[in-house]
């Protein structure tokens, strides 16, 4: 059973077009984020919801719209995508209240703008 | 704020040879540690936690120890294998969790 799952792997698309990620834990955590990670490997937190509120949004720009329709789903939007959008965005769940707070993260979605 | 801070790569050993991974930490209060490592084309995994000074973090052969006092949570192994060559990323977690630069390790046969 896949905990953590991301769609679609891969997403290639022309610069200006609108595209989505969908995420979903089966954990039963409170918590989900959205990470980008560049080509050299940096992590940075975009956005993360508790119980489908939004309580940590860094500074990215408005066109990264997340929507979380329950707590077992993140999904990311992004409109009118640019070259510097390219990236691999990974999806993660925690638990807020655990000892730990440790998070789960999904396979990741590498997105290509040409 | 909270930041994390660990050595830069890329790492490159023999097979056999002795790791050391290098992380500092800068926290206000009792932050959780971990390591995650991320093997390539996929997601970060929890390698190794720990949640109070002097707690040893263990998996996989894989070693930390969280020294209060050095602000520190390196991480060991005494002999790496071609299987182990990844990105490590130390982290933690007070309200937030935060996250390393990562650091890509070789193993080479």
């Known amino acids: 059973d896949t905990a953590v799952s991301q769609t679609p792997k891969y997403l290639v698309t022309q610069m200006g077009n609108d595209k989505s990620i969908k995420c979903e834990q089966n954990?039963?955590?409170?918590?989900m984020y959205w990470y980008k990670q560049d080509s050299k490997k940096f992590l940075k937190i975009m956005f993360s919801y508790n119980n489908k509120e939004l309580i940590i949004n860094e500074t990215v720009p408005n066109r990264f719209s997340p929507k979380s329709p329950d707590k077992a789903h993140l999904n990311l939007h992004i409109n009118s995508l640019e070259l510097g959008d390219s990236a691999v965005y990974f999806c993660?769940?925690?638990?807020?209240?655990?000892?730990?707070?440790?998070?789960?993260f999904g396979p990741g979605t590498r997105l290509t703008v040409l | 704020g909270d930041s994390v801070t660990q050595m830069e790569g890329p790492v490159t050993l023999s097979e056999e040879a002795c790791l050391t991974i290098?992380?500092?930490?800068?926290?206000?209060?009792?932050?959780?540690l971990f390591w995650y490592v991320q093997y390539p084309g996929e997601g970060l995994q929890l390698l190794l936690k720990?949640?109070?000074?002097?707690d040893k973090g263990s998996n996989k052969g894989f070693e930390a120890t969280y020294r209060k006092e050095t602000t520190s949570f390196h991480l060991e192994k005494g002999s790496v294998q071609v299987s182990d060559s990844a990105v490590y990323f130390c982290?933690?977690?007070?309200?937030?969790?935060?996250f390393g630069a990562g650091t890509r390790l070789t193993v080479k046969p």
């Open positions: 720990a949640t109070k000074a002097d």
């Open positions: 982290a933690l977690s007070e309200y937030d969790m935060r």
């Open positions: 290098n992380c500092t930490y800068t926290a206000t209060g009792y932050p959780s």
């Open positions: 993660a769940s925690s638990q807020r209240d655990s000892p730990y707070n440790e998070q789960f």
């Open positions: 954990l039963g955590h409170d918590t």
